[in-house]
């Protein structure tokens, strides 16, 4: 029954990708507001990530004849936040390691166009990525981002091999 859904109707499974890492977003912002913690450098990556994998996924199922370029856009959002988040998660488990500071802000750096800054602050952090925040569940938020990013990537990833099997053969 699962699988003939997921053969018959992509654009459904697409658009529930979507609607996960939007949603994804939205918990972290609740969190975010109910901890009352300082979002760093990391953080904001790791949503526009979200946002870009979702936008991705949601513009696939609205737009088939588009579809393969707008799902790599979600593809590249999600490998990118899953590399945020589990440097993030790392640097959560050895705070000695982080070196440095995230700078300016991400925002800072794309107004000024210095996108290889964005991308160091987004992808490897500093001291204020390292620090302690409060557990939800035994996990802390960035290790929560990281299990959604390997969920989503996950179930794309069985929904993409399973579509390429029911292709037939040219």
Same mark, same amino acid.
């Given at each position: ?5 997921i ?10 990708? /979507?609607?996960? %890492?939007?949603?994804?977003? =939205?918990a972290?912002v +609740?969190?975010?507001?109910l901890?009352?913690?300082?979002? %760093?450098?990391? %953080? ?11 936008? =991705? ?11 393969i370029l707008?799902?790599?856009?979600g593809? @590249?959002?999600?490998?990118? /936040? ?5 440097r993030?998660s790392? +640097?959560l ?5 982080? !070196?440095g500071? %995230? =700078?300016? /802000? @991400? $925002? &800072?750096?794309?107004?000024?166009? *210095? ?7 987004? $992808?490897?952090?500093?001291v204020?990525?390292?620090? *302690?925040?409060?557990?939800?569940l /035994?996990? &802390?938020? #960035?290790q929560? !981002?990281?299990?959604a990013?390997c !969920?989503?990537g ?7 091999? !399973?579509q390429?099997?029911?292709? #037939?053969?040219?």
């Amino acid at each position: 029954m699962l699988s003939e859904l997921i053969h018959a109707r992509p654009r459904l499974v697409l658009l529930a990708l /979507g609607i996960f %890492c939007l949603a994804s977003v =939205g918990a972290a912002v +609740l969190l975010g507001h109910l901890f009352a913690l300082e979002v %760093c450098a990391m %953080c904001w990556f790791q949503r526009l990530a979200f946002l870009t994998a979702g936008t =991705g996924f949601l513009l696939a199922a609205a737009a088939p004849r588009a579809a393969i370029l707008t799902q790599r856009l979600g593809e @590249l959002g999600l490998l990118i /936040g899953l590399a945020s988040a589990a440097r993030q998660s790392w +640097l959560l488990l050895h705070p000695a390691e982080a !070196s440095g500071h %995230c =700078g300016a /802000g @991400l $925002l &800072y750096y794309l107004q000024i166009g *210095n996108y290889e800054a964005f991308l160091q602050a987004g $992808l490897l952090g500093g001291v204020e990525c390292a620090e *302690n925040q409060p557990l939800l569940l /035994g996990l &802390y938020l #960035p290790q929560w !981002s990281l299990l959604a990013f390997c !969920s989503i990537g996950a179930l794309y990833l069985i929904w993409w091999l !399973s579509q390429r099997r029911a292709l #037939p053969a040219r």
